[in-house]
């Protein structure tokens, strides 16, 4: 079973930056795909950044330009660097981890993300 383990959230004002770690208990340069997701307090989860085994990314329209998200495989973790953040941007992030294309995702347990003066 993967765990993963989120961290590096916190309060933040509009226009700052912080930089999210996701720890892995195991390899994550064999996995298929990293990712990492949001939900702010009455939403659906949405789906934010993803990186490939083969370190491809993208991101969703919403944080491109501002996010980056990275991995150090020597370390099993996956950051999402966040700048230029909004208010709009507070929810609780999360990671997931996918083994293989169309197989199960593993879930961290978050951490939240507060932008606010």
């Known amino acids: 079973q993967v765990q993963l383990v989120e961290s590096g959230g916190g309060l933040v004002q509009p226009g700052g930056s912080l930089r999210l770690s996701c720890a892995a208990s195991g390899s994550i340069a064999s996995m298929y795909a990293m990712r990492w997701n949001r939900q702010a307090t009455g939403k659906q989860r949405e789906w934010l950044a993803i990186?490939?085994?083969?370190?491809?990314?993208n991101y969703v329209d919403s944080v491109k330009g501002r996010f980056t998200i990275s991995r150090d495989n020597s370390k099993n973790t996956v950051y999402l660097q966040m700048n230029s953040l909004k208010p709009e941007d507070t929810a609780v992030y999360y990671c997931?981890?996918?083994?293989?294309?169309?197989?199960?995702?593993?879930w961290g347990q978050g951490t939240q993300v507060t932008v606010s003066s």
């Open positions: 997931d981890a996918q083994a293989q294309r169309y197989g199960p995702h593993y």
């Open positions: 990186i490939t085994s083969d370190g491809s990314t």
